[in-house]
């Protein structure tokens, strides 16, 4: 079993940064995809950001220029650094990632989710 503990949300002002993180621990072979989604009250959930094994980057056209994800497969650690947040950021963060392992093959696993809350 695979889980995934997500840290660091809360209330900034607009303008403002917030660093979130994502640790994932259990039986890990390898991580290819990590990534960060939201989900804002009374909408579908949505990617943000991405990140493969490699380290190439994907991101929502919304926060382009502001987020950056990164990632320590060391630590099997997935990082989304926030600024310039907006209102219109606000939501609940949470983390997917690709996990594989020789019993079970490879399979997503999701964090609980953590609140972010952007004052206008």
């Known amino acids: 079993q695979v889980q995934l503990v997500e840290s660091g949300g809360g209330l900034v002002q607009a303008g403002g940064s917030l660093r979130l993180s994502c640790a994932a621990s259990?039986?890990?072979?390898?991580?290819?995809?990590m990534g960060w989604y939201r989900q804002a009250p009374g909408k579908e959930r949505e990617s943000v950001a991405s990140?493969?094994?490699?380290?190439?980057?994907n991101y929502a056209d919304s926060v382009k220029g502001r987020f950056t994800i990164a990632r320590d497969n060391a630590r099997n650690t997935v990082y989304l650094q926030m600024n310039s947040l907006k209102f219109e950021d606000t939501a609940v963060y949470y983390c997917?990632?690709?996990?594989?392992?020789?019993?079970?093959?490879?399979?997503?696993?999701w964090g609980q989710g953590t609140q972010v809350t952007v004052s206008a």
């Open positions: 990140i493969t094994k490699s380290g190439s980057t």
């Open positions: 259990g039986n890990i072979w390898s991580i290819n995809v």
């Open positions: 997917n990632m690709e996990v594989y392992n020789i019993l079970s093959g490879s399979r997503n696993y």
